[in-house]
């Protein structure tokens, strides 16, 4: 499956922004979609995941509160909506797919990955 994030962008601390990954390919409701995020001069790491009918999600314990992992699988579309941005949510981000409807957060566990959005959070 093929993978295009979008909705990233420069905002102030407490602001909220609303990524989009776009999915077109195989059959979008046979991946388990996620969000992974890679800050400068750190290893790429888990931010949320969604099941494939969008009914059950996970979210990084220290992100729970803030952000939100949804999918519309009539629009093969997966969504991270978060809020009170603070200044350590800069990364880039990326979503992924894992075929499959197992959960995993490893980033070695996943097969497609989109080219990533950045997201920077300052005054």
């Known amino acids: 499956v093929q993978l295009v994030e979008s909705g990233g962008g420069l905002v102030q601390p407490g602001a909220s922004l609303r990524l989009s990954c776009a999915a077109t390919g195989d059959t979008f409701t046979s991946f388990v979609m996620a969000w992974f995020r890679q800050a400068p001069g750190k290893e790429r790491e888990f931010v949320a995941l969604i099941s494939q009918g969008g009914s059950n999600t996970h979210v990084a314990d220290s992100l729970k509160g803030r952000f939100t992992i949804s999918r519309d699988n009539d629009k093969t579309t997966t969504y991270l909506q978060m809020d009170y941005l603070k200044p350590e949510d800069t990364a880039v981000y990326y979503c992924?797919?894992?075929?499959?409807?197992?959960?995993?957060?490893?980033?070695?566990?996943?097969?497609?990955w989109g080219q990533g959005t950045q997201v920077t959070v300052s005054l």
């Open positions: 992924a797919a894992r075929l499959g409807s197992q959960f995993y957060t490893p980033p070695h566990e996943y097969d497609d």
